[in-house]
């Protein structure tokens, strides 16, 4: 069956971003696809450091967890990173993340070719829409197809585990995994 990874770049135990992406899950299950979440929580991402050896050793050689992360979305069909909003912009530890994911995929047999998916982001009040386009970058670059929905993939939270009271966002999200879904299953 195929399979969508959700990918937590939030440092909080109840994140929003946890949150947002349970209920992308669930729209993503109920029609026909399986999920499986992971969080970058505890995991301290290091960046890429252009050694190059991923493309000899097929996966990163930076020890902290990120390859077993990069081998769940080798095996996948759909990649939906979320993070919170910092200072205008992406935590830091999800680019690390999709700049070393990137990397391993382009020296790889570009295992994210046709792989679905969008990003995800949360945040208290701004910066939503330019980290939104900041973690798009990733998906055209690697030859991926990123889905719509009926808006941007973008939720307002502030306090751990309240995103569930942006409606719209919420809608948003639903509309977002019901859509990587069927695209899912109509090229796969
Ligand atoms: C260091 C830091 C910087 C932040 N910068 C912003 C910001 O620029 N804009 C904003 O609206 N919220 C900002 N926030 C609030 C978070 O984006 C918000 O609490 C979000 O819900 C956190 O998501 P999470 O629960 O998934 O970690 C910031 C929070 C922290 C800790």
Known sequence: ??????????????????????????????NGVDTEIISLRGINVNSCIAC???????????????????????????FIPA???YFGTARGDIMSALQRIGK???GNNKFLSWMVGGPIVVARRGGQSLTLQ???????????????ADYWNIVFALEEKTSHADAEGVATIQKFGENVAKLIKKIN
Do not use: H, W, Y
């Not at 190059?52 to 769940?72: F, P």
């Not at 900041?134 to 719509?148: A, H, Q, R, T, Y």
């Open 104 to 106: 391993v995929s382009k």
């Open 134 to 148: 900041e973690m798009s970058m990733f998906f055209p670059i690697n030859d991926m197809i990123m889905v719509g």
């Open 83 to 85: 993070a919170p909003v």
């Open 1 to 30: 069956m195929a399979k969508v990874i959700l990918l937590s770049g939030s440092p909080r135990k109840d994140s929003n971003s946890m949150e947002i992406l349970d209920i992308c899950a669930k729209a993503i299950e109920e």
């Open 52 to 78: 190059n050896e991923c493309i000899t050793k097929g996966n990163c050689v930076l020890k902290d967890g990120l390859d077993e992360i990069i081998d769940k979305i080798r095996d996948s069909q759909g």
